[in-house]
């Protein structure tokens, strides 16, 4: 798993990537969490287990933390809305082109894949 940096090639927008560990892996639509305006506009959230250590579940015993009195984390990224698409894309397929992500503009595209990679969440082959 992926407890350090990431490694490998930088993902590029002619890229060739892959989804890793999707077992370790949940993406959510969820209202904003950090914007609290009255209009709350809702997020793709991608959650994982990839920096937690062995012990510790992807989403924590409870809201205190785990049993033994450490806390628990999660981690993961967010994204407005319209990268749910995209995120579907990845997920459902083995390999995907950066370039056909199902995004409106080549650094969204970009964007997506490298704080994907930055996650360890994809590979470049």
């Not at 992926?2 to 209202?31: M, W």
């Not at 994982?48 to 785990?66: E, F, I, Q």
């Not at 964007?111 to 994907?116: D, I, K, Q, T, V």
Request: hydrophobic residues 35%; contains cysteine; charged residues 30%.
């Amino acid at each position: 798993m992926c407890r350090e940096a990431p490694r490998g090639k930088l993902p590029k927008i002619d890229s060739k990537i892959r989804l890793q560990f999707r077992d370790h892996t949940l993406i959510s639509v969820e209202p904003d969490q950090e914007n609290a305006d009255e209009i709350r506009r809702e997020m793709v959230y991608v959650y994982h287990s990839l920096r937690n250590r062995r012990d510790t579940p992807m989403m924590g015993t409870d809201d205190t933390g785990s049993e033994d009195g450490t806390a628990q984390q999660t981690h993961g990224l967010r994204f407005p809305l319209s990268y749910l698409e995209a995120l579907k894309q990845i997920w459902r397929s083995s390999t995907v082109h950066v370039k056909e992500l199902n995004l409106t503009s080549d650094e969204e595209k970009a964007n997506l894949a490298l704080s994907l990679w930055s996650e360890c969440l994809i590979e470049v082959l």
